[in-house]
């Protein structure tokens, strides 16, 4: 269920005033997401640079912000990555 909050500031006349409308949707806090994630190939042959940089980034921040309100401590995420399968001594699915 999708918490929506909508607030309306009303003048001493019951009208609303300039730039008073507000609606918020917040997902619950116990939600559990699936992201799935992958990196392209990239021309000037970076691509491998920027995953493993983006890998160490994950492994380093484990508690992310990826929405607003940091000051009610809404938007912040716990994430993790899955552990990468072996496939004929190949590692697979990066990520």
């Given at each position: 269920k999708i918490?929506?909050?909508?607030?309306?500031?009303?003048?001493e006349h019951k009208v609303v005033?300039?730039?008073?409308?507000?609606?918020?949707?917040a997902i619950p806090p116990d939600t559990l997401m699936y992201f799935p994630w992958g990196v392209t190939t990239q021309?000037?042959?970076?691509?491998?640079e920027h995953l493993d940089d983006f890998q160490q980034l994950?492994?380093?921040?484990?508690?992310?912000q990826i929405g607003g309100q940091e000051s009610l401590?809404?938007?912040?995420?716990q994430q993790w990555m899955a552990p990468q399968k072996?496939?004929?001594g190949?590692?697979?699915g990066k990520g």
């Open positions: 918490n929506r909050t909508v607030k309306v500031k009303l003048n005033t300039d730039g008073s409308f507000r609606y918020e949707e021309v000037n042959g970076t691509a491998q994950l492994k380093e921040n484990s508690l992310l401590g809404r938007g912040f995420v072996e496939s004929n190949k590692k697979e």
